[in-house]
């Protein structure tokens, strides 16, 4: 396989705090990608991460960790707005995007 | 706005009928663009990396004759179903990326999609 996990669902309770996680495995690394994606739509943007550590915007934040091969997306806040799938991506070295198969979120009231 | 768009984003052919799907890189050159399949509640499938004036770069399991892809200009890649089956309905999204892109290469943006549905 493409060697990129990720939980296939979850759920949280809308204001709560929910963190995805993904995991992967190559042999050479370019960057890792969040991407949100609603039913019927393409994917939209989230965060791009090179260097380990926290990246945050807003009330989405983005963490990786290179040596354990590691990321998570944690959005703060939740909103219904927020229920949709939540897609990682690796790329090594060409720009070919390896994609997990997705975590799909739903915000309950 | 939208930096990369993608058309038609509906469509229905008939079986055994072609069908061409543009993919417009806007405001930014796109020197590379990806073409994915998509199932519903499954993943992104990349099926071809195109380099503009190369030939695409097909992934195993895809059908280069069936699934034809051009990407003649900068701005410009197409998707080409030939002999289209009932099985080639699916969602089709292409992405782009370039050094004058927003992100500056290191990103790359998404088209709206297309639907197609062979009937």
């Known amino acids: 396989g493409q060697n990129i996990d990720q939980p296939t669902e979850m759920t949280a309770t809308e204001g709560a705090i929910v963190q995805i996680n993904c995991t992967y495995q190559?042999?050479?690394?370019?960057?890792l990608f969040w991407y949100q994606q609603h039913a019927g739509e393409a994917p939209t943007f989230l965060s791009y991460?090179?260097?380990?550590g926290l990246e945050e915007k807003g009330r989405f934040s983005s963490f990786l960790s290179r040596s354990k091969g590691y990321s998570y997306l944690l959005l703060k806040e939740l909103q219904m707005k927020d229920s949709a799938s939540y897609l990682c991506?690796?790329?090594?070295?060409?720009?070919?995007?390896?994609f997990g198969t997705g975590t799909r979120l739903k915000v309950l009231a | 706005g939208a930096v990369v768009s993608q058309h038609p984003s509906r469509v229905i052919c008939k079986s055994g009928t072609s069908v061409k799907i543009e993919c417009r890189s806007l405001?930014?050159?796109?020197?590379?663009m990806f073409w994915y399949r998509q199932f519903p509640k499954q993943s992104l499938m990349l099926m071809a990396t195109?380099?503009?004036?190369?030939?695409?770069?097909?992934e195993q399991g895809v059908e280069k004759d069936k699934f034809l892809i051009n990407h003649a200009s900068l701005t410009l890649s197409t998707l080409t179903v030939t002999s289209a089956h009932p099985e080639d309905s699916s969602f089709y999204i292409c992405?782009?990326?370039?050094?004058?892109?927003?992100?500056?290469?290191?990103?790359?943006?998404f088209g709206e999609g297309s639907w197609l549905t062979v009937v």
């Open positions: 991506a690796y790329t090594s070295g060409t720009y070919k995007y390896i």
């Open positions: 991460n090179v260097l380990d």
């Open positions: 992405s782009a990326r370039g050094a004058s892109s927003p992100s500056g290469g290191n990103t790359i943006y």
């Open positions: 190559t042999s050479g690394f370019n960057g």
């Open positions: 405001d930014f050159q796109a020197t590379t």
């Open positions: 195109s380099n503009e004036g190369s030939k695409a770069t097909y």
